[in-house]
T-cell receptor, first 116, second 113 residues
């Protein structure tokens, strides 16, 4: 199957700083990528849908000014957690939809964010 | 809105045991149904899917049948292996618009030798 990478795989930052997470589709072009958040022992919650060349669509309750999403190319989407606080600590997962694979979503391995 | 409910875990079985993980859904439309698996330290992988009623998805010895009348998509395997230890997620997606995935809460499965 198609491969999606995320970088970094884990990050620790101080409260008040910003953190950028990258999501890349390595062997296909993805016009649509998704960002999820996963709390310990809980399910994945969709945060936003990232569309190449246009603004992201955020799910209800997700602060778009806090979680900035940029999808500047067909293979890269970034999630920036601005002014991070301890409650933002979580596992962030991206997926990319492959239009040549019946629109199946392929998932990255996730990024563990810890805010001190 | 659409939702997915899975049986709560964790589930612990012995090798070669029969596995069932229950999944039911609510949806306004006619969704596609999926099972994803997350092995330790890895990203989610699609295990199997079904796109219409009575379809059976199968992969790696796992099966699930799309039951519209009971709004269910239970995952089964006749004989589990230690390597099946993982977290399993049931999910649905509508076929229109953004085709967003809605996940169940996940079921952690541990297989003991």
């Amino acid at each position: 199957g198609a491969v999606v990478s995320q970088h970094p795989s884990w990050v620790i930052c101080k409260s008040g700083t910003s953190v950028k997470i990258e999501c890349r589709s390595l062997d296909f072009q993805a016009t649509t990528m998704f960002w999820y958040r996963q709390f310990p022992k809980q399910s994945l919650m969709l945060m936003a849908t990232s569309n190449e060349g246009s603004k992201a669509t955020y799910e209800q309750g997700v602060e778009k000014d806090k979680f900035l999403i940029n999808h500047a190319s067909l293979t890269l989407s970034t999630l920036t957690v601005t002014s991070a606080h301890p409650e933002d600590s979580s596992f962030y997962i991206c997926s990319a939809r492959d239009p040549w694979a019946l629109n199946e979503q392929f998932f990255g391995p996730g990024t563990r964010l810890t805010v001190l | 809105g659409d939702s997915v409910t899975q049986m709560e875990g964790p589930v612990t079985l012995s090798e070669e045991a029969f596995l069932t993980i229950n999944c039911t859904y609510t949806a306004t439309g006619y969704p596609s149904l999926f099972w994803y698996v997350q092995y330790p330290g890895e990203g989610l992988q699609l295990l199997l899917k079904a796109t219409k009623a009575d379809d059976k998805g199968s992969n790696k010895g796992f099966e699930a049948t799309y039951r519209k009348e009971t709004t269910s998509f239970h995952l089964e395997k006749g004989s589990v292996q230690v390597s099946d230890s993982a977290v399993y997620f049931c999910a649905l997606s509508d076929l229109e618009g953004a085709q967003k995935l809605v996940f169940g809460q996940g079921t952690r499965l541990t297989i003991n030798p």
